[in-house]
């Protein structure tokens, strides 16, 4: 098939997410013939060539990954995104404003599109997703982003209430404009987990969600509320202070307990729900503690951890829950769709990746390796637990000491993606996969994007590969974690993927079984409280409700199942 021929075609859209529908794709010539068009016989014989090749494709099922069109980002927008290709499926046609807006998930309007690409581009990379949100939780999303354009930064209200904050009066609550500020702390994993957890707060409690930028949190993730920014204005009052907040703060909810101030009487109220936070501060989740901290106009809020199935434990919030989440394991996975889209230079990163080294795979499995030694590695023990957990579940096949493998029919693609800090793990299991062949006659490629060495949180260029990691580790068919990482739990929640999980060693030896696969596709939350609100007595918090239970990785965490 003359490949060239059919991508001569004119196509005038300048989006490449319309289809030819939306531009007239083909031209017509006029002779000015009294009875209408008259068709020349080269383009007649064109057209029929074209509307033959088109139906050919479409009823042979070709896979979108083995058929790839790379159209050219036409206005070159998008800062150091912009001028790379986008890659689009060729059946670009069939990509509906459902798959654009992810079910209803994404606002369809209200954005500029060439500063965000990878917004409504997700699903020409991530396979289609059983996992629809529901009708109630779309709802209030739309609801919620009107909110945040009523009251957000740049408004009446919300000058208003700066005013009232720089004042020093007391932060009474408001009618209709309140407001939770998220503080930028702790590694990008983190972050992340934390601000999905403070998004789903706001969502709960009806609070303008403001998100302090840290040193690079706009430079990774674009706007997610249309018309509006959720960005902290520099000018906000209390900036400096942010970085300054713990847990000995006179204004945290715990202080404010011990000391026997009142919640009307504050300015603002600090919410500690840090993983070394006390006692009273973990009251937080108690629900007379929440009708007292709802008075509060403002809160600021800092966290390293994932607090959400907590919040499911809270008689206040249970029935808003049961509506937003029918099934209870897709907190993270709608969320995190929703809040975090990469910025076109990070974008840049992924698609070029993916499109070189993962697109024409038939499967892609990933294996996320995070190593909690303290001395510098490799270890034997870790490469022995990733080869032994890959081939026990059938995720890698086994390897036969033949020189020459028999010949296979039609041999299927496998690619495997790795990230760690470290390049050994990955080159040992290319080199395993290059010196022998496989006994399943699978072709595997190994590849793995970066190896820094070791974290550096604060730098952009290291945040902006652990960020397009954790991405393409999300568009993977089967994935592999390491225990109590959250990086691998941000790639397991984007792709809706159960993972398994390599459990952590001790004493450098490889845990029995190696790994298992997980409960549910969401994230662990570290450290959470064991202690019945109702009862006023310590519990453990893991047997109140069937959808919270222990993690497999971390058996004192919580997490969500269905």
């Known amino acids: ?105 994404l606002a369809a309007s209200g954005f500029d599109d060439q500063s965000c690409l990878s917004r409504y581009r997700t699903g020409l990379y991530r396979r289609n997703t059983p996992h629809k949100p529901s009708r109630h939780l779309v709802q209030r999303l739309r609801a919620h982003e009107s909110l945040q354009k009523r009251c957000g930064p ?4 919300y000058q208003k209430a700066v005013e009232q904050l720089r004042s020093g009066q007391s932060s009474k609550i408001d009618q209709d404009c309140n407001y939770l500020v998220w503080i930028s702390y702790s590694g990008l994993g983190n972050r992340i987990l934390t601000a999905a957890s403070a998004f789903l707060y706001s969502l709960l409690t009806n609070r303008v969600l403001l998100v302090d930028r840290g040193k690079d949190m706009d430079d990774l993730f674009c706007e997610p509320f249309p018309e509006t920014s959720w960005f902290l204005p520099f000018d906000f009052p209390l900036k400096d202070k942010l970085s300054n907040f713990s847990i000995t703060s006179e204004e945290s909810y715990g202080n404010m307990l011990k000391n026997k101030v009142g919640v009307d009487k504050a300015n603002f109220v600090y919410l500690h729900l840090d993983h070394d936070y006390n006692d009273n501060d ?18 600021i809020l800092r966290s390293d951890v994932y607090f959400v199935p907590s919040l499911f434990l809270n008689s206040l919030f249970e029935d808003e829950l049961n509506q937003l989440f029918p099934a209870k394991d897709m907190v993270f996975h709608h969320l995190g769709r929703y809040l975090f889209h990469p910025t076109n230079a990070v974008w840049g990163l992924i698609t070029r990746y993916y499109d070189s080294y993962m697109a024409k795979a038939d499967e892609r499995v990933g294996i996320q390796v995070r190593v909690f030694e303290v001395e510098r590695g490799p270890f034997q023990h870790v490469l022995d637990q990733i080869i032994s957990c890959t081939q026990s579940e059938g995720l890698l096949p086994q390897t036969v ?24 793990y990955y080159e040992h299991v290319r080199s395993m996969y290059w010196e022998k062949p496989t006994s399943s006659g699978e072709i595997v490629s190994v590849f793995q994007p970066s190896y820094e060495g070791y974290q550096q949180s604060g730098k952009k260029n290291h945040n902006r590969k652990a960020w397009a990691e954790m991405y393409l580790l999300s568009l993977t068919d089967k994935l592999v974690t390491s225990g109590w990482s959250t990086f691998g739990y941000v790639a397991q929640g984007l792709g809706g993927l159960k993972p398994w999980i390599m459990f952590r060693p001790e004493n450098r030896t490889v845990p029995n079984p190696p790994c298992r696969r997980d409960v549910s596709m969401e994230p662990c939350f ?34 969500i199942v269905d």
Request: hydrophobic content about 30%; overall charge neutral; some cysteine.
């Open 282 to 299: 973990k009251l937080f989740f108690c629900e007379e503690d929440q009708k007292t901290i709802q008075n509060a106009r403002w809160l």
């Open 526 to 559: 570290h450290s959470p409280p064991y202690y019945d609100c109702k009862k006023k007595e310590g519990t453990d918090t893991g047997n109140l409700v069937p959808h919270v239970r222990h993690c497999n990785d971390i058996s004192w965490g919580l997490k």
């Open 401 to 424: 000491s033949d020189e020459i493998a028999p010949p296979a029919t039609n041999p299927k693609m496998k690619v495997v993606l790795f990230t760690s800090l470290g390049i050994e």
């Open 1 to 105: 098939m003359d490949m060239k021929r059919i991508r001569r075609q004119p196509y005038t859209s300048s989006d490449p997410l319309k289809g030819e529908g939306d531009g007239d794709a083909l031209s017509f010539s006029s002779h000015g013939k009294k009875h209408g068009f008259q068709i020349s016989i080269p383009v007649f014989l064109l057209l029929v060539c074209f509307v033959g090749v088109t139906l050919f494709l479409v009823t042979s099922g070709v896979h979108r990954s083995d058929f790839i069109v790379t159209i050219a980002d036409a206005s070159g927008a998008g800062g150091e995104g912009g001028g790379e290709t986008d890659t689009v499926s060729k059946f670009r046609n069939s990509f509906t404003n459902q798959d654009k807006t992810l079910g209803g998930l």
């Open 154 to 157: 740049g408004t009446r209200p």
